[in-house]
Antibody, heavy 116, light 107 residues
């Protein structure tokens, strides 16, 4: 059974860099879109960006200047880096896998708090 | 515009049918997907590519689309269907976009 297990620092200070990694276990790594999505406390879902099976990336226009998504196929992992975080970046961050229209597999979520 | 608009809250009597809608210009061209999210849990895909159900999703969940509006219909709503529901689609740049979410209450 395919699972996504994510980890990373949960408490950051303003201006620091957020770094999260998602490990893919139990399934193929090729042929999918690998996505990061976040959800501020009490609010809705926000798409951060994705990397596809060809290595192509797309980022939310509102976050593009601060975000990098990368993949390590040898380790079956993909990662999110977001620079210069502020309190507005406090959220639960989810990694997810899917096709173009079906983000069907989600990680458990990781709460990241930005506070001085 | 790539924005997707949902009603913030909808209620349904136990066992009745409810329709949750999502409006946006991009839905005229691109398929919608729907996610169910219960408190403290990750979202679960319930409908993709307008009307397809992933395996394990009950057939009381169905999806449709007309013009700029996508709909998620729950036929015979159960107490366990009480959750937040989000629509999702793509825009002309291929970026994903989510609706603001609809809180479904089962009375």
């Amino acid at each position: 059974q395919v699972q996504l297990q994510q980890w990373g620092a949960g408490l950051l200070k303003p201006s620091e860099t957020l770094s999260l990694t998602c490990d893919v276990s139990g399934g193929s790594f090729s042929g999918y879109y690998w996505t990061w999505i976040r959800q501020p406390p009490g609010k809705g879902l926000e798409w951060i960006g994705e990397i596809n099976h060809r290595g192509g990336t797309k980022y939310s226009p509102s976050l593009k200047s601060r975000v990098t998504i990368s993949v390590d196929t040898s380790k079956k992992q993909f990662s999110l880096r977001m620079s210069s975080v502020t309190a507005a970046d406090t959220a639960v961050y989810y990694c997810a896998r899917g096709g173009y229209y079906d983000t069907s597999l989600w990680g458990q979520g990781a709460l990241v708090i930005v506070s001085s | 515009s790539s924005a997707l608009t949902q009603d913030p809250a909808v209620s349904v009597a136990l066992g009745q049918t409810v329709r949750i809608t999502c409006q946006g210009d991009s839905l005229r061209i691109y398929y919608a997907s729907w996610f169910q999210q219960k408190p403290g849990q990750a979202p679960v895909l319930v409908i993709y590519s307008k009307s397809n159900r992933p395996s394990g999703i009950p057939d009381r969940f169905s999806g449709s689309s007309s013009g700029n509006t996508a709909s998620l219909t729950i036929t015979g709503a159960q107490a366990g269907d009480e959750a937040d529901y989000y629509c999702n689609s793509r825009d002309d740049n291929g970026f994903q976009v989510f609706g603001g979410g609809t809180k479904l209450t089962v009375l």
